[in-house]
């Protein structure tokens, strides 16, 4: 299946609305069924940071990936920014439930329009840019991270990624869709599902993904990651 490019940006704040927040954990897992093991693979690039780091999730979703750093590094704190004030309130209540409450501010909004106080040594956007359409804008969503973290700070970033031309993608799409359906989701959620991907994914070739984060003052990232059409890449700001 050839996808059709998107056109009109995809509005993150009324999909990720309160119901589907509810679900998000249990469908995300569906979707991608290594978004756990993702989340451990990030813990060791980490590892060499300062026992009092700050850590930014950009685009923080219910907080897995400060659950599991607030785990794996007890001392660190957190902001998590989220546009979904549904899926910001997720990500408080996991954080108040794994004793992390006073380690995690939160911010609802674009992350372009967060000014943090001081920069961050590492930050995180996972599953989060492939939404934004637009080469200008997702250059723009890169450089607001940069700006907010240290000379030589860690960036971990994931997203749905590939060149819509290939054979390849063509067939990681097909291969990505079966391991969606095999878990039983009804046919009307599968139609959903595709069109949802087929509407609001921007997917954009490894290459130019790599061109943009260079362009916004990272290092050339190293992919760590990869399940079917997800990638997981990290990278540091530029010195």
């Given at each position: 299946m050839t996808m059709p490019q998107a056109t009109e940006q995809f509005d993150v704040s009324s999909h990720f609305d309160d119901s589907l927040a509810a679900k998000y954990d249990r469908r995300i897992r569906l979707f991608c069924p290594s978004y756990d093991a993702l989340h451990q693979m990030i813990v060791p690039w980490l590892q060499s940071l300062p026992e009092q780091s700050a850590f930014l999730s950009a685009g923080a979703g219910t907080g897995a990936e400060i659950i599991t750093l607030g785990k794996s590094f007890p001392s660190w704190r957190f902001v998590a920014v989220d546009v979904s004030p549904d899926m910001l309130s997720a990500c408080q209540r996991r954080a108040t439930e794994a004793g992390m409450a006073n380690r995690v501010a939160?911010?609802?909004?674009?992350?372009?329009?967060?000014?943090?106080?001081?920069?961050?040594?590492?930050?995180?956007?996972?599953?989060?840019?492939?939404?934004?359409?637009?080469?200008?804008?997702?250059?723009?969503?890169?450089?607001?991270?940069?700006?907010?973290?240290?000379?030589?700070?860690?960036?971990?970033?994931?997203?749905?990624?590939?060149?819509?031309?290939?054979?390849?993608?063509?067939?990681?799409?097909?291969?990505?869709?079966?391991?969606?359906?095999?878990?039983?989701?009804?046919?009307?959620?599968?139609?959903?599902?595709?069109?949802?991907?087929?509407?609001?994914?921007?997917?954009?070739?490894?290459?130019?993904?790599?061109?943009?984060?260079?362009?916004?003052?990272?290092?050339?990232?190293?992919?760590?990651?990869?399940?079917?059409?997800?990638?997981?890449?990290?990278?540091?700001?530029?010195?």
């Open positions: 939160f911010f609802n909004g674009r992350l372009q329009e967060y000014l943090s106080p001081a920069p961050f040594d590492a930050a995180s956007s996972v599953f989060v840019s492939h939404f934004i359409k637009g080469r200008d804008e997702k250059l723009a969503y890169f450089r607001s991270i940069a700006a907010n973290l240290k000379p030589g700070g860690l960036f971990i970033l994931a997203d749905l990624f590939g060149d819509r031309g290939s054979s390849e993608f063509e067939q990681l799409l097909n291969a990505w869709i079966l391991s969606y359906a095999a878990h039983g989701v009804t046919a009307e959620e599968l139609a959903q599902d595709r069109a949802h991907v087929e509407r609001d994914v921007a997917f954009i070739p490894e290459s130019e993904l790599v061109a943009l984060l260079r362009e916004a003052g990272f290092s050339t990232p190293v992919r760590f990651y990869q399940t079917f059409l997800f990638g997981g890449w990290v990278s540091t700001k530029n010195v």
